[in-house]
């Protein structure tokens, strides 16, 4: 059989992958990228999780569910009656399914244009760097690259206590599918999917039951943080219980039963739909052939240096599949890296600086350390905080509730974290990443002209804040 080459072949078209793939094409090298995600219907599409069960879906839905919501609960403040407003969900997933297809589309015409060649099939890393890439009709052809680009992400955890049914117990793919509102909802899992999806569901009408087996609420973020946005979320309606360890679901024709424990006091509830949000697993399953002595930790994370080097040369790895956040855009930034390195330009990946948001109502949003690390770490720092109580443009559009806060090193002023719960706290925060990129002061935000009125307002008095300047807040 005759081995079709390439500069670089990637295994897995996510955010990982195709932006390594169509990268490496605009740095002249050419780039094949091997996908096998199969939709529910079947179709196969570029884009991976991300764009297909992921972000992309879940933000469509929660788009519509936090208009739905301040339709119902907001309009009448501002002094607009709408009557009773009614709810198409099926609607909402046809508007949902046409923006994933239009992304998924694009990604296709991206790798077109760039000369990738795309191919649907299921990659195996063979000995050389060649891959065995098996299509739909089982039939096989073997490629080889150069370089080869591990991106094939990764999957829900699925618990022996909950078993996915698809039908009554889903996981977050499941769950974004949902034809009705379900009337009891529960979900296993206060992270960020679950957290989600709860108020996807939630926010269009759901009774929702949010069980977290941890007693602290959302524990890797900023403490005050958390704080806050659980008194918000539950002042909204969420059943957010700590320290529920879910001992058995059990899906009828009727319901889900599911058992759980709080203190060492059984409980019970019932719920129509459960959804299974207790992370995600490196997905490398059946990747490597017979003598790919690639190293794999015992979850199956690929393991890699600093700059995504596997244990075997010319190798690399990316995104979900390796250490670091399972975020989208860190997978692309690390694809992207990979790519311009194999070209054998200067790359890298600032991993101190890398942005998370939950994408709730409202939104939390970090970048940097918490307080809690710095005092672990024996930092001194300044803090600074604001609340979007005060400021004008939050106060205007009804949602003044939250904080900014922005630590600062006691020393030089540099800033070592900004946190965020409230209205668009997820397009705050680029402030915030792009100062720190630059390593900036708190002084320079201060220094910094911020249009008035905006919310971004609260960062630049949170920065004055730090220094006891603030000028509308009382500085303590
Ligand atoms: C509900 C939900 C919401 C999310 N929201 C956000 C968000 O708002 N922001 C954010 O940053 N992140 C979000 N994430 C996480 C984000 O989706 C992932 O971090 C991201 O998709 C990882 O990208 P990746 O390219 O590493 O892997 P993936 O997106 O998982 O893509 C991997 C691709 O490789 C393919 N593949 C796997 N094995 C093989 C093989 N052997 N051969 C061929 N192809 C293979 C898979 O089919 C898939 O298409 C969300 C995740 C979920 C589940």
């Avoid at 700590?242 to 001992?247: E, F, I, P, R």
């Avoid at 860190?330 to 600032?350: P, R, S, Y």
């Avoid at 600074?384 to 006691?410: D, H, I, P």
Wanted: aromatic share 6%.
């Amino acid at each position: 059989m005759s081995e079709q080459e390439y500069d670089v072949v990637v295994i897995g078209a996510g955010p990982a992958g195709y932006p390594a793939a169509i990268r490496a094409a605009q740095n002249g090298l050419s780039a094949a990228c091997v996908d096998d995600w199969q939709n529910r219907d079947g179709t196969r599409s570029f884009g991976g999780t991300c764009l297909n069960a992921g972000c992309i879906p879940s933000k469509a839905l929660l788009e519509s569910s936090e208009l739905y919501h301040r339709a119902h609960v907001e309009f009448s403040k501002h002094g607009i009656e709408v009557g009773s407003v009614a709810m198409d969900v099926a609607k909402m997933q046809a508007r949902k399914g046409g923006i994933v297809s239009q992304l998924t589309g694009g990604i296709q015409a991206l790798f077109k244009a760039n000369g990738v060649s795309a191919l649907q099939g299921r990659g195996r890393l063979l000995e050389s760097n060649r891959v065995e890439v098996t299509a739909d009709d089982g039939s096989t052809q073997i490629i080889r690259g150069k370089d080869v680009i591990i991106a094939t992400g990764s999957v829900p955890i699925e618990l022996s206590i909950a078993p996915f049914d698809d039908e009554r117990i889903v996981d977050s793919w499941g769950a974004l599918e949902f034809d009705a509102v379900p009337e009891r909802l529960g979900v296993i899992g206060a992270g960020v999917i679950g957290l989600e999806l709860g108020s996807v569901w939630q926010r269009l009408g759901a009774d929702v039951v949010v069980l977290e087996a941890l007693e602290e609420f959302l524990p890797t973020i900023d403490a005050q943080i958390a704080k806050d946005a659980l008194r918000q979320f539950e002042r909204q309606g969420l059943d957010i219980r700590l320290g529920a360890k879910v001992l058995e679901a059990k899906a009828s024709a009727e319901d889900v039963d599911v058992r759980y424990e709080v203190g060492g006091e059984e409980h019970t509830a019932e719920f129509d739909k459960l959804i299974v949000c207790v992370g995600r697993r490196p997905y490398t399953d059946g990747l490597f052939g017979e003598g790919v002595e690639l190293q794999v930790d015992e979850r199956g994370m690929v393991m890699v240096d600093e700059q995504c080097r596997t244990s075997l040369p010319r190798v690399w790895a990316v995104g979900d599949v390796v250490r670091g956040p399972m975020l989208a855009h860190k997978g692309t930034e690390e694809g992207v890296m990979v790519a311009d390195l194999i070209a054998g330009k200067f790359a890298e990946v600032n991993y101190e600086v890398i942005p998370s948001v939950i994408y709730t109502a409202p939104e939390i949003a970090w970048v940097g350390k918490t307080e809690a690390e710095l005092e672990h770490d024996g930092v001194d720092y300044k803090v600074g905080t604001f609340s979007f109580a005060a400021n004008g443009r939050a106060k205007g559009m009804e949602q003044a509730a939250g904080l900014v806060k922005l630590l600062s090193a006691a020393s030089d002023d540099e800033l070592l974290g900004v946190h965020i719960v409230g209205p668009v706290a997820g397009e705050l925060i680029a402030e915030a990443v792009l100062a720190m990129e630059f390593s900036a002061s708190g002084e320079d935000l201060q220094r910094t002209v911020h249009a008035h009125p905006t919310l971004s307002e609260a960062v630049h008095e949170a920065a004055l804040a730090a220094d006891k300047r603030a000028i509308h807040a009382i500085n303590r």
